[in-house]
């Protein structure tokens, strides 16, 4: 039976799998022009929005995953174990659902973090489109120069 670690390492994969799947089906519709929205300019915004999350995800999932090989190749794979078996003993699959789920918990985190923070104090530059500036106190615009 799955401890509760587990079941919520494994539910943090299912939760960024979903939001994948609904970014990239948000900028196949935009692409597509099923959109609603008459302002081109908040139209192209969405569908960067969209294709920047989708592209973020596969990232990070490719980060967690070179990150489980990063141990290995240093040198640290008998340090990490799952369950009663090192990180060295485990098959190729094993290790890819390792780096998925380690991936996939930071990204909830971040998630659940960016819930929180309505602030949109950690914002940061999109991986697609124009970078996100902060507005300085007091400013209520950016200006182009």
């Known amino acids: 039976m799955l401890q509760l670690g587990q079941i919520t390492a494994l539910g943090t994969v299912v939760f960024t799998a979903v939001l994948l799947v609904r970014n990239a089906f ?6 597509l022009g099923y959109y609603e929205h008459t302002d081109a300019h908040v139209v192209s915004k969405s569908r960067q929005r969209s294709e ?13 995953v070179l990150a489980v090989y990063m141990v ?13 078996k090192s990180l060295l003993a485990l098959g190729v699959g094993s ?6 789920m380690a991936a996939s918990t ?14 949109d104090s950690a914002r940061v530059p999109p991986l697609l489109g ?11 615009t950016l200006t182009k120069q």
């Open 26 to 31: 948000g900028a196949l519709r935009i692409r």
């Open 95 to 100: 290790k890819i659902v390792i780096g998925l």
């Open 106 to 119: 930071l990204s909830t985190v971040n998630v659940i973090k960016a819930a929180f923070d309505n602030t």
């Open 52 to 64: 920047s999350a989708v592209l973020t995800q596969i990232v990070v999932w490719a980060a967690g």
């Open 72 to 84: 290995e190749w240093a040198g640290l794979g008998s340090a990490f174990t799952v369950g009663q």
């Open 130 to 140: 124009n970078p996100v500036l902060p507005l300085k106190p007091g400013d209520d």
